[in-house]
């Protein structure tokens, strides 16, 4: 596998400085948008020197497949392979505005001392929240990090919401909220960076029989950061 698992460090935050991977710890990841969805996150915790994505070059198959459709079984088997400690889908489905899911992660007895998430945004053609390989603490304490969405640079961001999501076909596979309108002719044509980079947002219109989205800018376009994650080591 590629031993690039996961970009460039997402933390805007970190409440003092982390050591060496904890044992046991407890991790809740918070949605801080006001009308976007993730799906299921895939959480990692995996031996340093490995990431799934980084940002600055293209992405991975498997990575296209959870930015577009929110398919992590690929990034799954990935991390499987490095012998990680996962949790997949900890919400139990979709982590909707204004909500958290919180869980406890376990290490003891494995070499998995750095800490990975991924989940697609919904609704977005290729745009994903991804957390990427930050040491995990030992020293008691509250971690924080605020975590922006990344383009995968692998899908035009059209603003279309058709039931796609699958790589290589275009438009959105839904949008959870149900604000979303019809009949939008395309926002964006393909991205100038074809890289994984950081997401520009939504374009959106105020149109919701028409105009160039089916998404409406004065409700599902966002700020960066788009998730809080939270380590509690004690």
Do not use: C
Not at 8 to 16: E, G, P, Q, R, Y
Not at 97 to 107: D, H, V, Y
């Amino acid at each position: 596998m590629n031993k690039t698992l996961f970009g460039a460090l997402a933390a805007s935050s970190i409440l003092f400085a982390p050591t060496a991977g904890a044992t046991q710890f407890e991790v809740t990841i918070t949605n801080l948008t006001n009308a976007i969805h993730f799906t299921p996150f895939l959480v990692a915790a995996h031996p340093a020197g490995n990431n799934l994505f980084v940002a600055g070059q293209p992405a991975s198959a498997n990575l296209q497949a959870m930015a577009e459709g929110g398919d992590v079984s690929g990034l799954l088997a990935d991390v499987n392979g490095l012998g990680a400690t996962v949790v997949e889908n900890p919400a139990g489905g979709l982590l909707a505005p204004a909500s958290s899911t919180t869980f406890t992660m376990n290490t003891d007895g494995t070499t998995n001392d750095r800490l990975s998430l991924v989940a697609m945004l919904l609704p977005t053609n290729d745009g994903f929240a991804g957390l990427n390989a930050v040491e995990i603490p030992t020293a008691p304490g509250v971690y924080t990090f605020d975590v922006p969405a990344y383009d995968a640079g692998t899908e035009a961001n059209d603003e279309t919401v058709n039931g796609g999501g699958m790589p290589g076909v275009a438009g959105i596979p839904a949008d959870p909220s149900g604000l979303g309108g019809t009949g939008g002719t395309g926002a964006a044509g393909a991205d100038t960076n074809g890289n994984v980079h950081i997401h520009r947002g939504s374009l959106g219109d105020t149109d919701p029989n028409g105009g160039i989205s089916d998404l409406d800018s004065r409700v599902h376009r966002w700020l960066n950061p788009v998730i809080r994650v939270t380590l509690s080591v004690q």
